[in-house]
Every structure is written in C-alpha cells, then in structure tokens.
C-alpha cells in the first residue's frame, strides 16, 4: 500500500546500459528501506490493517501488502465494502456487511469466515487502530495461488481490511456533474460491488478534465442510473423525493437509509413523496434540487449539470434537510445504526 503523498521516484536514467537494478539481500533490508519511505510521513493515514493471510492485524504500515498473486490484483476477481467510523462509532456495519457478502455470492467467493466472525474481525480492527472518524474498508478476492484466470488454483479465499483516516464533514456547497460518456457498467457486474472501478475511475476523470466533480450515468433506455461511486436523487418541482430503481445499479445503503428517513419531511409536509422510479434526463434536468448519496457525504448538492443549473443553481433547502436527517442519524442514530467501538 503506497501512500500518495509519499513521492516514489525512480531515479534518472540517461542511459539504459547504466541502469543496475539492486537485489535486496535480505528481507530486512526490504523492510528498512520501506519504513525509510513511511518516514516522510507527517501522519499515518492508515493506521491498522487486517489480512487473512497472515492472520492479525498490523499497526506498520510498511506491511500492509498483499500478494501479488493473489486474484484481486491481477484478474479483478475480488469485491469489497466501505463502512464509516464517527465519534467513535461504526456506521451501517451491518448492511455493508450484508451486501459485501451478496457480492462475494454473485462474484463466486466463499468467504473463509462467517458473517459475525467478520463483524468481530472489523470492530477489533477499529479498536486497535485508535481512529475514530474515518473509514474502514474491506475486500473478500478469490485469494492468491497463482497467475492463471480461474480461480481453481486457489487454495483459499482472502479477507483484507484498512481502516483509513479520513477527516470528512457534512457538505454544505453544490458542486458540477456531467453526463459520462463512458459506457456503464452491465447490471451484472454493477449490482456487485467488485474491485473493477477503471469504468468508474475513467468516468470520474473524464468529469474533472471538464472541470467538474463528477459524473452521472445514463442506460441505454435514456434512465437515469448513479454516478461512479454513489447514488442520485432528485427533488422534482412538486416537492417529490425520487431515486431510480436499484434494478440494473447498486443498492446503496445509504440511498436506502435516506429512503427509510426521508418520509419525516412528508409527515412535516415539507416533501410531497418518496419512491424509486425510472427517470429521464429530461426529467431529471428538469428537477429543482439534485444530489448525490453515499457513505460519506452523506448528501452531496448538485447544483449545475452539463453547464445547465439545476434548479435556481444554489443549494436546495430540501437536500440539506435531508442531509440533516442523515448526518443526525450517523452521529446520533439508534443502536442498530451505530455500533461502539471498544477502544483500550
């Protein structure tokens, strides 16, 4: 795992016939050349990681690796799950849990542990990592075995986790979206959440090239579908809260938390609505207020689109009370939301 603001330059070479690759003698001289890398670092952003494969946690983050052979890193064949730590507290584990496992089903990996021996696994991470706000991520791969494209060489499958540190905050400013011109994931491979993102990795870059955040994706029927990594959701002008179907995308957690919440503005009258149905882009653009929906935002205002404002191009009053209900429910929500974490 390499830390991106770490530089790792390789030094300039003006003649190939020059070039002597150096052959580490030992594994400790390895070592001491990457914790001379972890050096530069002014804070640990990764402070704990799991691996099946050595079978504990490690606080050095010069060994949080996996091998190279390992399915998930040279055929994709691997899914993964993020959960969020706040104050202390994990969020939504367990629906994360769920549809990571629902992944793992559908990509054809057995998990080498049982859903609550994950869930021990996760908490005790989170304890000894000492972070209490960031996130916490976490893959199953067909494990490693060798470079052939089944997995049938595999002796076992593999279970990685990382807690990250991550300063996030609810957000307050709209930002610019465009429609992607990179073709969508087919519903197979996008109800799954997989480690293959170089759709969604190009989708996002193609949006920053123009300037904007991010992206949304439209089906081949013309329907709005999700952005590269999260949900979106409308407000039409009739004060309705509607979010496509999860038919052919992935289920978020937490587009389903915000559909399970959203109905107390309805009951305040301030919502007409709240349902999952297919919208068009004309639709869409035509809607009053727009945002994103993932883990840790919770809600993201989405204010202009294709250089076209949505709404009157300011953030809706409508999304930051929906965002006020989800922020609320992370920091303060019931039990089955929030799971403490047992730090020492």
């Known amino acids: 795992m390499v830390n991106p603001t770490v530089p790792w330059k390789a030094p300039e070479i003006e003649n190939d016939d020059d070039l002597r690759v150096h052959v580490f003698s030992s594994s400790s001289e390895l070592l001491e050349k990457l914790h001379e890398k972890w050096s530069a670092v002014e804070k640990q952003p990764y402070p704990a990681m799991y691996s099946s494969i050595f079978g504990g946690i490690t606080l050095d ?20 799950d993020t959960s969020i730590v706040l104050d202390g507290y994990l969020y939504e584990l367990d629906v994360h849990l769920d549809r990571f496992l629902l992944s793992a089903s559908k990509a054809k990996i057995s998990s080498p542990f049982s859903q609550s021996t994950l869930r021990s696994i996760i908490i005790q991470l989170t304890a000894a990592s000492k972070c209490k706000k960031g996130t916490l991520r976490f893959w199953l791969s067909a494990g490693p075995g060798d470079f052939l494209l089944s997995s049938a060489g595999c002796p076992t499958s593999a ?7 991550d300063d996030f905050s609810q957000h307050k400013e709209g930002v610019k979206v ?13 109800t799954a959440k997989n480690v ?41 002008q009739d004060k309705e809260l509607v979010m496509p179907p999860f038919d052919n995308i992935l289920h978020g957690c937490t ?90």
Do not use: C
Not at 159 to 165: G, M, T
Not at 178 to 187: A, R
Not at 287 to 303: C, D, F, R
């Open 196 to 236: 293959n993102y170089l759709p969604n990795v190009l989708s996002v870059m193609e949006a920053e090239e123009q300037g904007a955040s991010s992206s949304v994706w439209v089906d081949e029927e013309g329907y709005i579908a999700e952005g590269p990594n999260v949900n979106v959701a409308f407000i039409t």
């Open 159 to 165: 279970f990685y986790a990382v807690v990250i540190d």
């Open 61 to 80: 983050p010069a060994m949080m690796v996996i091998p190279l052979d390992d399915h998930m890193v040279h055929r994709g064949h691997g899914v993964f």
């Open 178 to 190: 465009i429609t992607s011109n990179v073709p969508m994931k087919p519903p197979l491979f996008a």
């Open 255 to 344: 587009a389903k938390r915000l559909l399970q919440l959203a109905p107390k503005l309805v009951d305040q009258g301030l919502l007409k609505s709240v349902e999952t149905k297919k919208i068009t882009v004309e639709e869409a653009k035509a809607a009053a207020e727009m945002m994103y929906v993932g883990s840790t935002l919770p809600l993201l205002p989405i204010i202009v689109w294709d250089d076209q404002p949505i709404g009157n191009g300011s953030v809706g009053e409508l999304t930051m009370l929906l965002s006020n209900l989800m922020w609320d429910d992370m920091v303060t929500g019931p039990g089955t939301q929030r799971i403490p974490v047992p730090y020492v």
